[in-house]
């Protein structure tokens, strides 16, 4: 429950309202000395106690000190006198710290992130997102990039494909066990884009034995009837947010060109997935340098530091889905295929030609 | 001795329940008012959950006249209830080559390695005792048999002045003009318990010393101990479990989401290891500070290895009594590799503790 941060800003002070409402927000729990909160606000300390319980949110739990030795007397049960310094309590009657304390769950531990880019780039944008994530968390969250080089013709070949989640298996294990050796407990929590989405959910349904945490997909060209359920069942996968552009231009024809994909960036997928748009963006909107940062604090950030992740506004239930029937996929997959071939002999007879005009035959 | 000469001893000819009725003045009454009630509960008297300590003592005299509670009954709560919990305690890992040796097999071979030492001899399976005695003096040796675990325990009696205000002289105008007032006390008794257990299966010995004992005596105190006992537990100070290394793991435990359900870490000090500085996470609230993510986000940015765990405020989770959620707090110190609990405890509670920190050890 949000208290109505604005009807309490009306009331009390709004400066002293802002401070409760940042912290908030953010994950783990929260705890407000009143006397700190009012020396902060400017405000009386009956006025923030006031505040406080008009927030309706908090918890008001007293603990004792010994005015003498000032020991803190939490947790040392029934006492007449300070286990510390004798200080006999009918005599030095123990100090006392009101706090009002919102308890939630523990911080999520983001303990390292893996990021996979797609087809079409070489992931300029993994290099931008580490320094966020260097950043965000400081030198705490070390982040691997996963690179493949550009492979387009190569995801319409099965034999490609398969090559490519092998080598992301391999990769993600190695880096395990070494995250492992370094001390960093856990399995890593993956953003992966376009392609990459593919590559991770393939290895995952490959090989039960790969684990990761949390995973955020961009522009995921997933079929949106790849099982997740049955991932987050067998502990594979903690979570997945599918964050997918709402303008993505080449998510819905994926499943025309790429054998075993779908517009599952578009489309959605059913729960428990999170499905959250990225309105107006296209297929790599997230990555531009001024997007960049908003998606990560706003949606990226949240999914994977909340134990239980924030609510967005504006989330999207999937339906069913059913890919397009085999001959009309068979048929494009051909034209793409005939294109590439044309293309490759153009290329071809391009290169010829102009060889045998500079050794003039 | 017998049960009933060391009975006769410290409380002369008296019946069964005037016997009851002193012990529940002198030894159980002080002890935890949540095991007091679990006592009264289990006895079939009704407590209100609210009960003060004098409340709970004139139920517990109560319950002693109508015979719900009898001395044995009350000789049998002391053993697992008087002196734990809040006490000092060091843990010490023992050699596998003692602990696998003929004489820990069983009851009897234990009975037989004790009592083949002529001194402890009649310590062995003697009563709980009830005496005072001016010096810290060993009073009984056991094991249990269920636990496997051999017990020399030693009691001291200690005088202590207790604050009585309604006995107060309020201020008055004396023979010589001036005004004088006089507080009050009242001088009262109390048992200190010191204890050396012994697990041979889990190659683990706890020497506890009483919670108002000094830490600067300690040293002294479990020299002598650990001698008084050597001819039937061997148990080399060296072998000193280090609560530097488990303040470390267990911190690390308490700060994820798992180990959270079992402990939170209320404050750890991490020194450098020349111990010329250090860095401190602490709560202001009962909650752990890995609650709260900024000191979560600092705390996961430190590599332990880089430090010795100094101190720390430890609460451990224990299981419910009456439904009723429990936890205890230990303070763990790197230097000396005092573990510190501080309210009483049942037996079991204690050893369910330890083991939590043990375990927190290769």
Same mark, same amino acid.
């Given at each position: 429950?949000?208290?109505?941060?604005?009807?309490?800003?009306?009331?009390?002070?709004?400066?002293?309202?802002?401070?409760?409402?940042?912290?908030?927000?953010?994950?783990?729990?929260?705890?407000?000395?009143?006397?700190?909160?009012?020396?902060?606000?400017?405000?009386?300390?009956?006025?923030?106690?006031?505040?406080?319980?008009?927030?309706?949110?908090?918890?008001?739990?007293?603990?004792?000190?010994?005015?003498?030795?000032?020991?803190?007397?939490?947790?040392?049960?029934?006492?007449?006198?300070?286990?510390?310094?004798?200080?006999?309590?009918?005599?030095?009657?123990?100090?006392?710290?009101?706090?009002?304390?919102?308890?939630?769950?523990?911080?999520?531990?983001?303990?390292?992130?893996?990021?996979?880019?797609?087809?079409?780039?070489?992931?300029?944008?993994?290099?931008?997102?580490?320094?966020?994530?260097?950043?965000?968390?400081?030198?705490?969250?070390?982040?691997?990039?996963?690179?493949?080089?550009?492979?387009?013709?190569?995801?319409?070949?099965?034999?490609?494909?398969?090559?490519?989640?092998?080598?992301?298996?391999?990769?993600?294990?190695?880096?395990?066990?070494?995250?492992?050796?370094?001390?960093?407990?856990?399995?890593?929590?993956?953003?992966?884009?376009?392609?990459?989405?593919?590559?991770?959910?393939?290895?995952?349904?490959?090989?039960?034995?790969?684990?990761?945490?949390?995973?955020?997909?961009?522009?995921?060209?997933?079929?949106?009837?790849?099982?997740?359920?049955?991932?987050?069942?067998?502990?594979?996968?903690?979570?997945?947010?599918?964050?997918?552009?709402?303008?993505?231009?080449?998510?819905?024809?994926?499943?025309?060109?790429?054998?075993?994909?779908?517009?599952?960036?578009?489309?959605?997928?059913?729960?428990?997935?999170?499905?959250?748009?990225?309105?107006?963006?296209?297929?790599?909107?997230?990555?531009?340098?001024?997007?960049?940062?908003?998606?990560?604090?706003?949606?990226?950030?949240?999914?994977?530091?909340?134990?239980?992740?924030?609510?967005?506004?504006?989330?999207?239930?999937?339906?069913?889905?059913?890919?397009?029937?085999?001959?009309?996929?068979?048929?494009?997959?051909?034209?793409?295929?005939?294109?590439?071939?044309?293309?490759?002999?153009?290329?071809?007879?391009?290169?010829?030609?102009?060889?045998?005009?500079?050794?003039?035959? | 001795?017998?049960?009933?000469?060391?009975?006769?001893?410290?409380?002369?000819?008296?019946?069964?329940?005037?016997?009851?009725?002193?012990?529940?003045?002198?030894?159980?009454?002080?002890?935890?008012?949540?095991?007091?009630?679990?006592?009264?509960?289990?006895?079939?008297?009704?407590?209100?959950?609210?009960?003060?300590?004098?409340?709970?003592?004139?139920?517990?005299?109560?319950?002693?006249?109508?015979?719900?509670?009898?001395?044995?009954?009350?000789?049998?709560?002391?053993?697992?209830?008087?002196?734990?919990?809040?006490?000092?305690?060091?843990?010490?890992?023992?050699?596998?080559?003692?602990?696998?040796?003929?004489?820990?097999?069983?009851?009897?071979?234990?009975?037989?390695?004790?009592?083949?030492?002529?001194?402890?001899?009649?310590?062995?399976?003697?009563?709980?005792?009830?005496?005072?005695?001016?010096?810290?003096?060993?009073?009984?040796?056991?094991?249990?048999?269920?636990?496997?675990?051999?017990?020399?325990?030693?009691?001291?009696?200690?005088?202590?002045?207790?604050?009585?205000?309604?006995?107060?002289?309020?201020?008055?105008?004396?023979?010589?003009?001036?005004?004088?007032?006089?507080?009050?006390?009242?001088?009262?008794?109390?048992?200190?318990? $010191?204890?050396?257990?012994?697990?041979?299966?889990?190659?683990?010995?706890?020497?506890?010393?009483?919670?108002?004992?000094?830490?600067?005596?300690?040293?002294?105190?479990?020299? $002598?101990?650990?001698?008084?006992?050597?001819? #039937?537990?061997?148990?080399?100070?060296?072998? #000193?479990?280090?609560?530097?290394?488990?303040?470390?793991?267990?911190?690390?435990?308490?700060?994820?989401?798992?180990?959270?359900?079992?402990?939170?870490?209320?404050?750890?000090?991490?020194?450098?290891?020349?111990?010329? $500085?250090?860095?401190?996470?602490?709560?202001?609230?009962?909650?752990?500070?890995?609650?709260?993510?900024?000191?979560?986000?600092?705390?996961?940015?430190?590599?332990?290895?880089?430090? #010795?765990?100094?101190?720390?405020?430890?609460?451990?989770?224990?299981?419910?009594?009456?439904?009723?959620?429990?936890?205890?707090?230990?303070?763990?110190?790197?230097?000396?590799?005092?573990?510190?609990?501080?309210?009483?405890?049942?037996?079991?509670?204690?050893?369910?503790?330890?083991?939590?920190?043990?375990?927190?050890?290769?």
């Amino acid at each position: 429950m949000s208290p109505d941060w604005g009807a309490l800003g009306r009331e009390f002070a709004p400066r002293a309202v802002e401070m409760i409402r940042e912290r908030f927000v953010t994950e783990g729990s929260i705890a407000f000395n009143p006397v700190i909160l009012a020396d902060r606000a400017r405000i009386t300390a009956p006025e923030a106690e006031r505040l406080l319980d008009a927030v309706g949110i908090f918890t008001r739990s007293t603990m004792r000190k010994c005015s003498q030795c000032g020991f803190d007397l939490t947790g040392v049960g029934e006492r007449d006198s300070c286990p510390n310094c004798s200080a006999d309590f009918s005599e030095h009657e123990p100090e006392t710290v009101v706090h009002y304390r919102l308890d939630r769950e523990m911080p999520r531990d983001v303990p390292w992130v893996l990021v996979v880019h797609g087809m079409n780039t070489r992931g300029e944008w993994q290099e931008e997102l580490s320094w966020l994530v260097g950043r965000t968390y400081r030198h705490m969250v070390p982040v691997a990039i996963y690179k493949y080089g550009k492979i387009q013709p190569g995801v319409m070949f099965r034999s490609r494909q398969r090559a490519l989640v092998r080598k992301l298996e391999a990769k993600l294990i190695k880096l395990s066990e070494e995250a492992r050796r370094a001390g960093y407990s856990g399995a890593p929590d993956v953003i992966a884009h376009s392609f990459g989405t593919w590559l991770v959910a393939e290895a995952l349904d490959r090989n039960d034995r790969l684990t990761i945490g949390r995973l955020i997909l961009l522009g995921s060209v997933v079929r949106p009837s790849y099982p997740w359920q049955k991932l987050i069942g067998r502990k594979q996968i903690e979570a997945v947010l599918n964050h997918g552009a709402t303008n993505d231009e080449w998510v819905p024809r994926a499943q025309f060109f790429i054998p075993g994909a779908g517009p599952g960036g578009k489309h959605g997928f059913a729960p428990p997935v999170t499905n959250v748009p990225a309105t107006n963006f296209r297929h790599s909107t997230y990555f531009q340098p001024d997007r960049l940062r908003g998606v990560f604090e706003e949606v990226w950030q949240p999914f994977l530091q909340f134990e239980v992740p924030p609510s967005w506004p504006a989330t999207w239930i999937a339906d069913g889905w059913k890919p397009y029937p085999l001959p009309v996929r068979f048929f494009t997959w051909l034209l793409g295929f005939g294109l590439l071939v044309g293309l490759a002999a153009l290329a071809a007879t391009i290169l010829i030609l102009g060889v045998r005009s500079l050794v003039g035959l | 001795m017998s049960s009933w000469c060391r009975h006769k001893a410290y409380y002369g000819d008296v019946s069964e329940v005037d016997q009851a009725q002193s012990l529940v003045r002198d030894v159980i009454a002080p002890q935890n008012a949540v095991y007091l009630k679990e006592l009264l509960r289990d006895a079939g008297v009704t407590v209100k959950a609210a009960a003060s300590k004098p409340e709970l003592e004139r139920l517990l005299l109560d319950a002693v006249r109508d015979e719900q509670l009898t001395l044995a009954k009350l000789t049998d709560w002391i053993d697992q209830t008087e002196g734990w919990g809040d006490e000092h305690v060091y843990l010490f890992d023992v050699a596998k080559s003692f602990c696998t040796k003929p004489c820990w097999k069983d009851g009897d071979s234990v009975r037989k390695h004790v009592t083949g030492v002529k001194k402890l001899a009649e310590f062995f399976g003697a009563d709980t005792s009830f005496e005072y005695p001016d010096q810290r003096t060993l009073t009984g040796i056991g094991f249990d048999k269920e636990a496997h675990e051999l017990t020399c325990v030693w009691h001291q009696g200690t005088r202590f002045d207790k604050r009585v205000k309604e006995k107060d002289i309020a201020p008055r105008v004396e023979d010589d003009g001036e005004t004088y007032f006089y507080k009050a006390y009242r001088q009262a008794a109390r048992r200190n318990v $010191a204890r050396i257990a012994f697990r041979p299966r889990n190659a683990l010995a706890a020497l506890f010393l009483p919670g108002l004992s000094e830490p600067k005596t300690h040293a002294d105190e479990q020299k $002598a101990m650990l001698a008084e006992v050597a001819s #039937i537990v061997e148990v080399d100070p060296s072998g #000193i479990c280090s609560m530097s290394e488990a303040i470390k793991e267990l911190d690390t435990r308490a700060n994820t989401k798992k180990g959270a359900e079992s402990i939170h870490a209320r404050s750890t000090r991490l020194n450098t290891p020349d111990g010329g $500085a250090y860095v401190e996470f602490a709560s202001d609230t009962e909650q752990g500070y890995g609650q709260y993510a900024p000191l979560l986000k600092v705390r996961k940015a430190v590599t332990t290895k880089e430090f #010795i765990g100094a101190g720390a405020i430890f609460h451990f989770t224990l299981s419910p009594i009456a439904g009723k959620e429990r936890d205890v707090r230990v303070n763990l110190y790197g230097d000396f590799h005092r573990i510190r609990m501080w309210k009483h405890l049942r037996r079991e509670d204690v050893w369910a503790v330890l083991s939590a920190i043990r375990s927190a050890l290769p």
